[in-house]
């Protein structure tokens, strides 16, 4: 244990084309481009840190200075490859863009593809993170790219292959590495652990390769920094602790309690000694994984609004907010956040709410309704179901409870609101529930002039809200209620009936006219739906349709001598 031990990044670091990790394409093609001797003079080499760049640039290099070269597979017993291996081979020039970035840095590499190699047949100059060369230094090696002597071959390497010029990229064939999916990590570690034979818990493995971020090289060195912690079992505790991770149960309890609304200011003890950024970071894994596991606890909405909370967050500790703050205010809104209702579910509730408002503002005109109250607010959670008037089945013989049907009703005023104000204000004004019996809905009918007439043009639409209301098997029937005549509807139909000119300046007369209509009329109103009559005209009736109606006829009686027949009937 003692001995100086190489850390397992080195240790490990590929020899091979095949010892690529996750790279499976990248070395297939260079494979093959080398067995095939279908070089290029530059290659280009881009993808995330620790994805496997600079160990393929080597193999690669190694593959041209091997005494077999070019070849796919280098003997690794030749001089060259053991050259290669230390690092040390004359002919391979590796240079840091990052630290040797200028101009001159540049010239001197030039000058160098000018001396033939020394040993092997190809002098290799591989350039790291190439993209941190300045613009004159780039422009410098441009012609060298692009036409370099034959023994010379480029491969640069990058994090960041959109910075490089336009004309470096068109002068060299570019792979881009994959990053290394966490399956291969995951993989490639407990290959390691299991040559150096340590124990390990797959969990604990997870958690380094998600803190590892796809790069290998990474991952490895928290590896490393695990196998010294853990004393030999590398286990999840550990590597919670060694990564200063939140523990996943305690995320299991937190989001128990946000999902409970409970008191969040326990949870800010124990978060206290994190970073806020982290906890986050953490708090998304953790959603992420529960949204794949699919985890019945969360609805999917929930995972939308906590990972906008949490961006929200993110943008608060960018601008260096204080971040205890930035914590209880993302907590703080994840538990409101399990309070919001859906849309639909508010849409719900509004319109529960205008039926009550319909109830209280009709409660004269109604037989005394029970007051149905709607104590429910906004706050409360979406899971507690809510008394919904549902259409009534149709097969419904039984009267349907008042309660229930004042309900039905309302809701069909406030639809009919919703769908045209107006219109919305006659129905209500001149429609009142009747009953509601073996699926015939009866109105009581009060229209009377321009209600009326909007009522009955608009009667197909009414008619339409009314079967999505009820169902579409809904029958409708109107009664008109018949208004006692007064005396001045009782001196009109008497001027109408003795034929006595009539003082039409009189300002009650033309309502009384009307609301003959309206009786002899709200067959109209109580026939709208019959669509066979559709000349029907409210403005058109004429007197002597007044005349005919039976209200009339009844009232000849009461004030016409019987034997004296003045009235011509058209029937
Ligand atoms: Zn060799």
């Known amino acids: ?16 084309f095949e010892d690529l990790i996750g790279q499976d394409t990248i070395s297939l093609t260079l494979s093959l481009a080398l067995d095939t001797n279908r070089l290029s003079h530059a290659y280009l080499l881009s993808g995330l840190r620790g994805s496997g760049k600079t160990s393929t640039a080597r193999i690669m290099a190694k593959a041209l200075v091997c005494d077999q070269a070019p070849t796919s597979k280098p003997c690794e017993v030749c001089a060259g490859c053991i050259a290669a291996n230390n690092n040390r081979h004359l002919d391979i020039i590796e240079m840091d863009a990052a630290s040797n970035r200028g101009i001159d840095d540049i010239k001197d590499l030039i000058e160098h593809t000018k001396y033939k190699p020394t040993s092997a047949k190809y002098k290799v100059f591989i350039i790291d993170e190439v993209h941190m060369l300045t613009t004159q230094a780039f422009n410098a090696l441009l012609k060298t790219l692009e036409e370099p002597p034959n023994f010379v071959k480029f491969i640069l390497a990058t994090t960041d292959p959109l910075k490089l010029p336009a004309t470096i990229l068109s002068r060299t064939q570019h792979f881009r590495f994959k990053r290394i999916s966490d399956q291969n990590i995951i993989h490639h570690l407990s290959h390691i652990l299991n040559i150096e034979n340590i124990s390990f818990e797959t969990e604990a493995l997870e958690m380094l390769t998600r803190s590892g971020n796809g790069s290998l090289r990474d991952t490895l060195t928290l590896l490393d ?16 602790d060694m990564l200063g991770m939140i523990d996943p149960t305690f995320l299991d309890n937190m989001f128990d309690l946000i999902l409970q609304k409970g008191d969040i200011r326990e949870l800010l003890d124990s978060l206290q000694s994190y970073e806020t950024g982290q906890v986050l970071d953490e708090i998304a894994i953790y959603l992420k994984q529960k949204m794949l596991e699919k985890h019945v606890k969360f609805d999917l909405y ?32 994840m538990v409101e956040a399990v309070s919001l209702k859906t849309i639909d579910e508010v849409i719900e509730q509004i319109q529960q709410k205008e039926v009550v408002t319909s109830i209280v503002s009709n409660i004269d005109t109604q037989k005394p309704i029970k007051q149905i109250t709607n104590t429910q607010n906004l706050q409360e959670p979406p899971s507690q179901p809510q008394p919904q008037p549902q259409p009534q089945p149709q097969t419904q013989t039984q009267p349907i409870k008042e309660d229930t049907a004042n309900i039905l009703f309302n809701k069909l005023i406030s639809n009919i609101y919703n769908k045209n104000y107006d219109l919305g204000k006659c129905f209500e004004k001149s429609f009142h529930f009747h009953s509601h019996i073996n699926n015939i809905l009866k109105i009581d009918s009060t229209a009377t002039g321009d209600c009326k007439k909007s009522l009955y043009k608009n009667f197909s639409y009414i008619k339409q809200l009314i079967e999505e209301t009820y169902g579409d098997t809904i029958e409708i029937e109107f009664n008109k209620i018949q208004k006692e005549p007064t005396k001045e509807m009782a001196r009109v139909i008497k001027a109408t009936v003795f034929n006595t000119p009539l003082d039409q300046s009189s300002p009650q007369v033309g309502s009384m006219i009307e609301d003959l209509e309206l009786n002899q009329s709200s067959s109209c109103v109580s026939s709208m739906c019959d669509t066979k009559n559709p000349s029907l005209s409210q403005v058109d009736l004429k007197m002597e349709d007044i005349l005919n109606s039976k209200m009339v006829k009844t009232a000849i009686e009461l004030f016409q001598p019987p034997s004296q027949p003045i009235i011509k009937s058209k029937n």
């Open 1 to 16: 244990m003692n001995s100086a031990r190489e850390v397992l990044a080195l240790k490990y670091r590929p020899k091979r």
């Open 225 to 240: 920094q695990a196998i010294i912690y853990s004393k030999g079992t590398i286990t999840a505790t550990t590597v919670t």
């Open 302 to 333: 929930l995972f939308d609004r906590f990972y906008r909370i949490i961006a929200d967050a993110k943008q608060l500790l960018n601008l260096n907010s204080d971040n205890g703050f930035v914590l209880i205010l993302t907590l703080s809104k």
